[in-house]
């Protein structure tokens, strides 16, 4: 019996990462690929450098593929960190085309979403219901949010207004590391954020997710927030493990 393999992309502002995912192990089965993000970061670019990398491994299966934008049916909505050009692009029809794969062998998802999804299935989401916020810290926050397991997608949570302020410009990572602040002048960005988001949606769990999970016990805590906060468990392979399940499932909403 051969393990169930699937093959995900999770394209971020800095970098295009992507790999065979093992998804009874909900890992990376090997290596995974980084290549830097083209430059302007434009829809035919970023396609390019998706193809290099699934030519590289040479899948031919279902493929899923993470956006930093509200992806609904294939079709990006918002493009915050990355090229505007991507606001109504068809991103499945693009990469299928570009691959010569068929649209349906193609699933693009939201990136926090399919952080989300993988962090529910084989994370520290695991077995968790009521419901379940993932946020990812990072050039901007993502989120994801769940009811008893299951996903509503492009929740853009990281969006939220906190003071008068769009949230990720005052409490992503990327701020931490523009302005030099100290974990301990960044958390308490961090608890605002979470203290307004708390009293809008009740969460029973917040998932804190990014390349700073990595740093958990620098700033976990830190923070004076109602709602208890864990850290994700897949730190920077979520995505690409989420577009693979999303990909074998044939998710699309
Ligand atoms: C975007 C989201 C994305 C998040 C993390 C935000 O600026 O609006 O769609 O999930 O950044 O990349």
């Known amino acids: 019996m051969g393990m169930t393999r699937?093959?995900?992309?999770?394209i971020g502002g800095s970098g295009?990462?992507?790999?065979?995912?093992d998804l009874e192990a909900g890992a990376l089965d090997g290596e995974r690929l980084r290549i830097l993000t083209p430059q302007p970061s434009t829809p035919d670019a970023v396609a390019d450098?998706?193809?290099?990398?699934?030519?590289?491994?040479?899948?031919?299966?279902?493929?899923?593929?993470?956006?930093p934008c509200v992806v609904k049916r294939g079709v990006a909505h918002t493009a915050a960190n990355v090229d505007k050009g991507w606001i109504g692009?068809?991103?499945?029809?693009l990469f299928a085309r570009r691959l010569g794969k068929p649209k349906e062998d193609v699933v693009v998802l939201n990136d926090a979403d399919a952080a989300g999804i993988a962090e529910m299935r084989f994370g520290?989401?695991?077995?968790?219901?009521?419901?379940?916020v993932l946020l990812t810290f990072g050039t901007g926050i993502g989120s994801a949010l769940f009811v008893d397991?299951?996903?509503i997608p492009n929740t853009e949570f990281g969006h939220l207004e906190v003071d008068g302020h769009d949230a990720e410009k005052?409490?992503?990572a990327s701020v931490k590391e523009d302005k030099g602040l100290s974990w301990a002048e960044w958390a308490p960005r961090v608890s605002r954020y979470l203290n307004v988001l708390e009293d809008l949606i009740w969460p029973d769990l917040v998932i804190a997710g990014g390349g700073v999970s990595k740093k958990a016990e620098k700033w976990l805590p830190l923070l004076e927030v109602r709602t208890e906060v864990v850290a994700a468990a897949l730190k920077n392979d979520a995505g690409i493990v989420g577009a693979a399940v999303?990909?074998?499932?044939?998710?699309?909403?």
């Open 170 to 172: 005052r409490a992503a």
């Open 124 to 132: 520290s989401g695991r077995g968790k219901d009521g419901l379940v």
């Open 49 to 67: 450098v998706v193809a290099e990398i699934v030519e590289k491994f040479e899948w031919t299966g279902p493929l899923g593929v993470t956006l």
């Open 89 to 93: 692009t068809d991103a499945a029809e």
């Open 16 to 21: 295009i990462k992507g790999g065979l995912v």
């Open 246 to 253: 999303a990909a074998t499932q044939g998710l699309r909403h």
């Open 149 to 151: 397991g299951e996903l």
């Open 6 to 10: 699937g093959f995900g992309v999770d």
